[in-house]
Structure formats: structure tokens, C-alpha cells
T-cell receptor, first 111, second 116 residues
Framework: QKEVEQDPGPLSVPEGAIVSLNCTYS??????FMWYRQYSRKGPELLMY????GNKEDGRFTAQVDKSSKYISLFIRDSQPSDSATYLC???????????FGKGTRLSVIA | GAVVSQHPSRVICKSGTSVKIECRSL??????MFWYRQFPKQSLMLMAT?????????EQGVEKDKFLINHASLTLSTLTVTSAHPEDSSFYIC????????????FGSGTRLTVV
């Protein structure tokens, strides 16, 4: 079993739809959870960062962490064509430890 | 915000030659940098961890004599791909730890290496 599982998609939705992305993980020692957006041939861009279980909202984006279920989610409201990208979940232990990434979900928002 | 400048963005080199990739943290000091490799439609795979002033730690299966990492200052880390082969063609990305913040790390924009 991989440490972080993420459905690679692709996922195609109409403009304005609510998008739900998620990852599961196996290592309960992970403490920090991130979502990155990556456009083709570019470096990942941090979207959301959470430390504890619960919800965090930033504009159209909401991140959820459920440590008891080892499950994290990212919701995108009112999706736009510019949201079309690959979304990567990532997580790490405490300290200066490397991120462990999911495989990434390719999202297309159709106008 | 924290910015990591990565150069070059794209490079084509001949088999057997060496290529150096630079990552600079522009507005913060990066005590630790991570180097990743990403193949098409794949996720980022950690290659090595570099700490300023010490030898890099390589992941299992990554040849340290082939992928030379130098982290000589708090703002600069370099990855040199030596004696490049076509199978080294990939997207290489650095990620810097900003000790001033405890959130997700800052990534460079990536280097697409093509070995012909």
C-alpha cells in the first residue's frame, strides 16, 4: 500500500460546478497536510495548508482533514476554466521533513 | 511571499555531458532544500534532501555520484546531473524550507531536462 493514495482522474466538470478531490493515507504520523496546484510543466503552487483535523476555507477553496479516517479533501466551489490543472495532495511529518505526494488528480473545467 | 528561483527552466544536452540546475531562495534563508524528479503524468518523487553546509541525503535508488547536490549557502542549492543519459530526461523541481514559516514548502518552477 502506498503511503498516499489519490485518484489520478482525469476529472471533467462544467464551469460553476463544485469539485471534490480527496486523498487517503496510511501513516498516522503525518501532521501537516497540503494541497498544491500544478499547471503543465510548472512547479507546484501551494493552495491550502492545514495542521489539524477540521476545515479550512480560503475563497473558493475548502480543505478538510479527518485524521481519524486518514482522509483529506479539497473542495472547489464555482469552478472556473482557469482551475484546470493537476491537484496534488501532500503531507509530511513534523520538522524539516520532505513532502510525500499523492499521484495528482488532473482536473478539467469546461466552459 | 517566499520565492524560489530555479534555472534553467529548460535544457537540452548531449549524452555524456553534465548539466547544472540552480535553485535560489530570493527572500528567505533555506536551511533545507529537497530535490524531486517528476516523469510525465507521474507525481513528484523525492531524490535527495540537502542541508546547508552538509552532505546531501539521497533516497534509495538515487545515484549520489550521478546526481551531485551542493548546498553551499542558505540561499543556493545546485543539482548537477553528471554523464547524462536519455533516461535522465525528466522534470526536476526543488523545494525550499522557509524556517520562518511552518507551512507547505516553496517550490521552484522546475527544469525540464532533455538528454539527446
Amino acid at each position: 500500500q502506498k503511503e498516499v493514495e489519490q485518484d489520478p482522474g482525469p476529472l471533467s466538470v462544467p464551469e460553476g460546478a463544485i469539485v471534490s478531490l480527496n486523498c487517503t493515507y496510511s501513516n498516522s504520523a503525518f501532521q501537516y497536510f497540503m494541497w498544491y496546484r500544478q499547471y503543465s510543466r510548472k512547479g507546484p503552487e501551494l493552495l491550502m495548508y492545514t495542521y489539524s483535523s477540521g476545515n479550512k476555507e480560503d475563497g473558493r477553496f475548502t480543505a478538510q482533514v479527518d485524521k481519524s479516517s486518514k482522509y483529506i479533501s479539497l473542495f472547489i466551489r464555482d469552478s472556473q476554466p482557469s482551475d484546470s490543472a493537476t491537484y496534488l495532495c501532500a503531507m509530511r511529518h513534523s520538522g524539516n521533513t520532505p513532502l510525500v505526494f499523492g499521484k495528482g488528480t488532473r482536473l478539467s473545467v469546461i466552459a | 511571499g517566499a520565492v524560489v528561483s530555479q534555472h534553467p527552466s529548460r535544457v537540452i544536452c548531449k549524452s555524456g555531458t553534465s548539466v547544472k540546475i540552480e535553485c535560489r531562495s530570493l527572500d528567505f534563508q533555506a536551511t533545507t532544500m529537497f530535490w524531486y524528479r517528476q516523469f510525465p503524468k507521474q507525481s513528484l518523487m523525492l531524490m535527495a534532501t540537502s542541508n546547508e553546509g552538509s552532505k546531501a541525503t539521497y533516497e534509495q535508488g538515487v545515484e549520489k555520484d550521478k546526481f551531485l547536490i551542493n548546498h553551499a549557502s542558505l540561499t543556493l542549492s545546485t543539482l548537477t546531473v553528471t554523464s547524462a543519459h536519455p533516461e535522465d530526461s525528466s522534470f526536476y523541481i526543488c523545494s525550499a524550507v522557509n524556517t520562518g514559516f511552518d507551512y507547505g514548502y516553496t517550490f521552484g518552477s522546475g527544469t525540464r531536462l532533455t538528454v539527446v
